[in-house]
């Protein structure tokens, strides 16, 4: 007789019932941080219609809020200083302890998707996907923000969500695992009108 984990059982029904938001997302401020100022801020008309899911493939996955601060900083320091970027590219961060961290936020243009950038919610699930799924305190986190988006208008509440290598040709990113588990997600969509085609292999 094969035992059921109680958490995964409980997140597995949420799935088929549907997640119901209580707003009990804890959210890590830009200044909680210690983010950097963006170059600059491109406003995003909100309620946008998709919603896409990245990992971070590098940094790994962190457990503790320290690491995930470490990770944060780290990813903004690669976007801006590597690529360029006005700031880090996604909306928000989810860590392995459970909080949301604020990149872009909710009505900033991203630098995530390109032709998703200025009509989605980027989220990247800090670590790499490739062979194992995030811890589910993780993923409970990533439904609750998306809830907490379409409770508060930001979100459509017919939103569609892809995973980043729908959207962008050349790309493994959420990762193997990860994506197969985003399949079984309200509002997923194998139907993508549009990707950008891009023949540099990326993991992220």
């Known amino acids: 007789m094969q035992l059921v984990d109680a958490s995964d059982f409980i997140y597995r029904l949420a799935l088929l019932v549907g997640f119901t938001s209580s707003y009990n997302v804890d959210i890590v401020s830009r200044e909680e941080w210690k983010a950097l100022p963006p170059v600059e801020v491109d406003p995003m008309r909100n309620p946008v219609p998709f919603v896409i899911i990245h990992h971070s493939y590098i940094p790994p996955a962190c457990n503790t809020t320290e ?6 900083q780290s990813m903004q320091d690669y976007h801006m200083n590597t690529h360029g970027w006005n700031d880090i590219g996604y909306s928000f961060a989810v860590g392995g302890d459970g909080k949301a961290y604020i990149g872009r936020g909710w009505s900033a243009v991203g630098a995530h998707s390109p032709l998703y950038n200025n009509k989605s919610i980027g989220i990247c699930v800090i670590g790499d996907w490739t062979q194992e799924l995030p811890p589910l305190n ?11 988006g379409v409770d508060s208008g930001y979100i459509r509440p017919d939103y569609t969500l892809y995973g980043h290598r729908q959207v962008r040709a050349g790309t493994e990113c959420p990762g193997d695992r990860f994506f197969e588990e985003i399949k079984n997600w309200p509002h997923f969509s194998n139907k993508v009108d549009v990707m950008y085609n891009n023949t540099a292999k990326r993991t992220s």
């Open 67 to 72: 690491q995930c601060i470490g990770a944060m």
């Open 138 to 148: 993780q993923l409970q986190t990533v439904h609750n923000l998306i809830q907490l």
